[in-house]
């Protein structure tokens, strides 16, 4: 697992994909920043947390649009799983190199608020809870970019399918608002709503049973990820 | 034992075992996992949740105004018109009990705290009967007039009594009721525009109501109206806290009373009457009545109201003139020390001079005050600069660039001799903002104290409750950061991705050529 997490991260900086991921985060980051609190005069951290979970469903999938079209398109793939490798391991690698650029990013970019300590009061408590839920988002996401590139050689298909199915996921909880609050449908849509629960956090909850969500979707997803090439093996 | 090992083995690599199956199994046991999770925490409020309170402690601000009244022995009580348990359980009422306890804590020899039900009218401590009706009415020693107090289970009253052992000889007394809302105790709080709170002001109200009732003489600011004034609801509120009646007064009609201590001109959208005939009274005359008589004048105006000749006359007659061109008057903007985006809203500081450094000094307030879209003034005679802008403003008009000369006065003051001996004091200041709700309630600039700084020293109104802190329900506003600052710290932060994308081009150009 070690193994294929060096080797991913080695991609990335040997081509394009991380450099352009982290231009990218950080450029998008730097704005929404720039935007929601220093020239809207306000230490509030929600607004750019809220901002910055959407943005990383569409920026997320060119991380994961080529960890395993590409293998299956150069035809390393075959490598990969006939190597001295679990495919659990290989997806666990996978993810944790993609987590890991993302993590980084996500972590720099909350740095930025140190900035407005000597201008306002910049709730720590809030700060942290909406890096928690950004980076269970993005577990999330990662998972779902994984799954999708690993039913696809095609990059491009890859990264639309992913944001595809990122955006249904937070439509799930904008469709909520339309309904009656008393009826049953909003209950289940507001509990599978990755957007509402997020909401949980950057209202200053730290909500266990998000944490759970999150969690447990990326777990869904990474297994359905392992189920695909363990098929692909044994077939 | 082995076997079913072999068995489950075989069931994850999905080999001999339907793998679809399994997943299913997996995916409802985890939604059934989370569907219980959402379920108990929904149901029961199981969050983790950081409650924050707030600090409702008061500052040392009236040690120093309240010395004297301690070591004369005085003693003011406090009379809230609930029990105390029901003043408690009130979701305003509580600040206010909290900050009248601090003050009976800190202050004991001063304050003493009682509580009398307004209905079944007995005190809560003693059982005995208590007479709320007597507050309801109060004759002024000084002016000899009469105000009437509506009195309801939300009232507070402050009351200084003083008796001989045979008769009371002295009893000033003041009741602080809400009159504007349903809610209770509202003057105790700011509220915007759309009734929300804004700010809770309990030490300012409590600190200058007990200086009040321990003071005998009081004097009456006017308000003009009847041109179209915008005098903000802070402003009253800064008013009375300063130790003055608040009135009304319509110059068409009336002149300025005798009881004048001082008279308000906010914002007026429409210009005085003038004549030229000297016999005919107009409002202008009126006036300069009251300037021969050696009275105060606190003047404001909108930068973008029209015209007004006739008042921006009777302002240069004491050396104070607005600076205007063609194109209109002209507006000081900031764009690297202004705190919002257009660079209208300055951070204004004190002049030198005698008068600022006079009222710097009684205030305290060295953290400048926030102003917005403000003409600048040009100053000769007796005017004096109290407010200036920093050297990298501009002044436009039109949005043109009409003058860099910066510096620019802000706001001045000046002292108009006269026949009478006294001279005649205005202060002025082209700008609405100053009084804006938002500008006096807040923590990064001193507006207020600033406020009660040309109450207190320039028109000698006596002690201010300067420096009493106000619980800010907005504490996320980024107040002392200026645009330039802003700008510098997003270029900062957009450096970053540019020196990666530089490196990562680097690298990659180097990898291919290789």
């Given amino acids: ?235 | 034992m082995s076997n079913i090992k072999e068995k489950f083995t075989s069931l994850l690599s999905g080999r001999s075992f339907p793998s679809a199956l399994l997943t299913v199994i997996l995916i409802a046991a985890v939604v059934f996992v989370n569907i219980i999770a959402y379920t108990v925490t929904t149901a029961f409020g199981l969050y983790l949740y950081e409650k924050e309170e707030d600090d409702l402690s008061i500052s040392s601000a009236g040690d120093g105004y309240f010395a004297d009244a301690i070591a004369e022995g005085k003693e003011v009580s406090v009379i809230f018109c609930s029990y105390e348990k029901e003043v408690r359980e009130h979701a305003t009422g509580s600040f206010v009990l909290e900050t009248a306890k601090n003050f009976a804590a800190r202050y004991p020899d001063l304050i003493n705290l009682k509580f009398v039900n307004a209905v079944t009218k007995l005190e809560e401590e003693s059982g005995e009967p208590f007479d709320l009706s007597v507050y309801k009415t109060y004759r002024d020693p000084g002016n000899g007039e009469e105000y009437k107090f509506a009195i309801n289970p939300t009232s507070v009253i402050f009351e200084y009594k003083v008796d001989d052992g045979e008769a009371i000889v002295k009893h000033n007394y003041r009741v602080v009721t809400d009159t504007s809302t349903q809610v209770g105790y509202a003057p105790f709080y700011t509220l915007d525009s759309t009734g929300t709170i804004t700010s809770y002001n309990g030490e300012e109200i409590f600190a200058s109501m007990v200086r009040w009732v321990l003071n005998d003489s009081h004097s009456t600011a006017y308000v003009t109206v009847g041109h179209g004034e915008t005098a903000d609801v802070s402003l009253y509120n800064i008013l009375s806290c300063a130790g003055y009646y608040v009135k009304q007064l319509n110059l068409k009609r009336e002149s300025v009373p005798e009881d004048a201590g001082l008279v308000v001109i906010s914002n007026p959208r429409n210009d005085f009457e003038r004549s030229s005939d000297p016999s005919v009274v107009t409002e202008i005359s009126r006036l300069e009545n009251y300037v021969e008589r050696g009275g105060s004048f606190f003047v404001t105006v909108d930068p973008y109201s029209g015209a007004l000749p006739v008042l921006e006359s009777f302002v240069s007659s004491f050396g104070i003139t607005l600076a205007s061109t063609d194109a209109g008057r002209a507006v000081v903007k900031d764009s690297s020390l202004a705190i919002t985006p257009d660079g209208f809203t300055l951070v204004a500081n004190h002049a030198e001079g005698s008068a600022s450094e006079a009222m710097l000094s009684a205030s305290g307030a060295e953290r400048g005050v926030i102003l917005r879209e403000v003409s600048p003034v040009t100053l000769s005679g007796n005017a004096q600069p109290i407010l200036v802008s920093s050297r990298s403003a501009i002044a436009q008009a039109g949005g043109e660039t009409v003058n860099n000369a910066a510096p620019f006065v802000l706001a001045a003051c000046s002292e108009l001799p006269n026949d009478g001996g006294k001279s005649a004091r205005l202060f002025f200041l082209p700008s609405v903002y100053l009084t804006a709700e938002d500008a006096v309630v807040t923590e990064g600039y001193s507006n207020k104290d600033f406020i009660y700084s040309v109450f207190g020293e320039y028109f000698e109104c006596g002690d201010m409750p300067y420096g009493t802190r106000s619980v800010l329900y907005d504490t996320q506003k980024l107040e002392n950061l200026t645009m330039g600052e802003a700008r510098l710290y997003t270029v900062l932060i957009m450096a970053v991705p540019a020196v990666i994308l530089a490196v990562g081009a680097v690298i990659l150009i180097r990898r291919k050529n290789r």
């Fill in chain 1, 1 to 235: 697992m070690v193994a294929i997490f060096k080797r991913e991260m080695r991609s990335y900086f040997t081509g394009a994909i991380g450099y352009a991921f982290l231009v990218l985060f950080l450029a998008v980051a730097g704005a929404v920043f720039a935007g929601t609190t220093l020239f809207s005069m306000s230490a509030n951290v929600t607004t750019h947390f809220m901002l910055m979970m959407v943005l990383s469903g569409v920026l997320l999938p060119i991380l994961t649009m080529k960890s395993f079209s590409e293998e299956r398109k150069t035809r390393t793939e075959q490598l990969l799983l006939t190597s001295p490798v679990s495919v659990t391991s290989m997806v666990i690698g996978k993810f944790l190199a993609a987590y890991a650029m993302f993590a980084a990013s996500v972590l720099f970019t909350s740095l930025y608020f140190l900035l407005l300590i000597p201008y306002g009061n910049v709730k720590a408590a809030l700060l942290i809870g909406n890096i928690v839920a950004l980076l269970l988002v993005g577990a999330v996401f990662i998972a779902i970019g994984l799954f999708v590139s690993s039913l696809t050689e095609n990059q491009l298909a890859a990264a639309v399918g992913t944001i595809a199915i990122i955006l249904a996921l937070l439509a799930v909880g904008f469709i909520s608002l339309l309904l009656p609050s008393t009826y049953w449908l909003r209950y289940v849509l507001d509990a599978i709503s990755v957007f509402n629960r997020f909401g949980t956090f950057t209202s200053g909850y730290f909500d266990v049973a998000s944490v759970i969500y999150y969690l447990s979707c990326a777990a869904i997803f990474l297994y359905l990820t392992v189920r695909v090439f363990d098929r692909r093996r044994y077939n």
